[in-house]
């Protein structure tokens, strides 16, 4: 389900951009940050504007700087979502880019990334479902699809299974997709999203060993 929140404040795309580099991962083109030799990858999902969005990468490499080797698949193919392609609409686009195929697209680079003697994988941006796996919820106050009240409901399912680390919050005067579409520009938005990189890596260094 997509909102009109997730189409909002585009980025302007850059294959340029990041420290990183681009190469062919599981069948799939990857933007690749980080030492390869690390024993630790973080795969990074993005949202609807793919895998060249440069705060996204800019992100990577953020986490790829404390150590993990970072993997940004392009679950794409090279057609993220353009809105300025009125005769394709979010809901149309969503057809050719379903989370189903996703989900399968993610086995192969796996696959791949285990082969290259990784021993520990965590993700950020992904459904973890039913998986006993550590997880981390970070909500924005402003969220049409995932509102505060849905976060606070996760959060007693969460705590109602012990066996499984969580934690989640809900960040005060912000949107969907503050983490990532952010203005680079607005000093407010820039220490908002790096408040939850910051939630995000520690919660990497604590549970991906």
Avoid at 30 to 56: F, Q, R, T
Avoid at 158 to 176: D, G, M, Q, R, T
Wanted: aromatic content about 10%; overall charge negative.
């Amino acid at each position: 389900m997509l909102g009109p929140q997730c189409c909002e404040n585009p980025p302007v795309l850059n294959p340029l951009s990041g420290s990183g580099h681009v190469e062919k991962l599981g069948g799939l083109d990857a933007y690749l940050s980080g030492s390869p030799d690390s024993e630790k990858c973080v795969l990074l999902v993005s949202d609807i504007y793919g895998y060249e969005a440069p705060n996204l990468r800019a992100l990577a490499d953020k986490v790829a700087a404390s150590g993990f080797y970072v993997v940004v698949p392009d679950y794409f193919y090279g057609d993220p979502y353009d809105p300025s392609h009125e005769e394709r609409p979010v809901h149309v686009w969503m057809k050719d880019h379903g989370p189903d195929k996703g989900f399968e697209d993610t086995k192969p680079v796996l696959e791949a990334i285990k082969n290259k003697g990784i021993t520990a994988i965590g993700a950020a941006g992904m459904c973890w479902g039913g998986v006993k796996v550590p997880i981390a919820i970070l909500g924005a106050e402003d969220d049409f699809l995932t509102p505060p009240a849905l976060v606070k409901q996760f959060e007693e399912i969460l705590a109602s299974k012990p066996e499984v680390s969580s934690y989640v919050k809900i960040f005060l005067n912000v949107s969907h997709g503050w983490t990532t579409r952010y203005d680079i520009k607005d000093p407010e938005a820039v220490k908002a999203a790096e408040e939850a990189h910051k939630e995000m890596l520690d919660w990497f260094v604590t549970y991906v060993k």
